[in-house]
């Protein structure tokens, strides 16, 4: 008999054991409804635009989806502009991670009023809100690499964590 036929004849005994224990099969019912809640939850924000990296075209339904949101990190982007895409590259690995907020771009050509409003001055500006006003923002890459901006965007979401904006 080898190790791995002693390893599953004893999983297989504790296996049974838990499963006559009533007390252990409430915690188990508990946690399989718990995980069925949390992926309904999951997949209807991922039907709300959450989980994804998305394109707004004007200001105005930029703003409705700011305010609507709970959590939004915008963006501010030029499309010829080459530190631009890579940091939407870094945004969208981020947007399909967390879920617990959208993660939307808007070309600063088609929001004038949002961009002077924001103070947006140099690109790529990316901005966090929290209930439609602006908590955190970072802007330009200046001498970053590609570890040092996902470093970057990771520490702000540590930052975020401590004003309630991600659920950790």
């Not at 989980?51 to 989806?65: A, R």
């Not at 907020?101 to 050509?109: G, H, K, T, W």
């Not at 890459?141 to 659920?167: A, H, K, P, T, Y």
Request: a negative charge; glycine letters at 8%; one cysteine or more.
């Amino acid at each position: 008999m080898s190790a791995s036929d002693d390893e599953d004849a004893l999983l297989q005994s504790l296996e049974d054991e838990t499963e006559n224990d009533p007390s252990l099969a409430h915690l188990r019912e508990a946690r399989i409804q718990a995980l069925a809640t949390e992926l309904a939850r999951a997949k209807a924000q991922r039907n709300d635009g959450y989980g994804s990296y998305n394109q707004i075209k004007d200001e105005k339904s930029l703003m409705e989806t700011i305010t609507s949101t709970k959590n939004c990190i915008v963006h501010f982007y030029k499309p010829d502009f080459n530190r631009c895409r890579i940091m939407d590259g870094h945004l969208d690995t981020l947007a399909g991670v967390h879920l617990e907020a959208r993660f939307l771009r808007i070309d600063v050509e088609h929001a004038p009023f949002l961009v002077i409003k924001l103070g947006v001055k140099v690109l790529p500006c990316v901005i966090a809100f929290v209930g439609g006003v602006s908590v955190h923002r970072g802007w330009g890459l200046r001498d970053w690499g590609s570890i040092q901006i996902i470093l970057r965007l990771e520490s702000w979401r540590r930052n975020w964590l401590v004003l309630g904006f991600w659920r950790g």
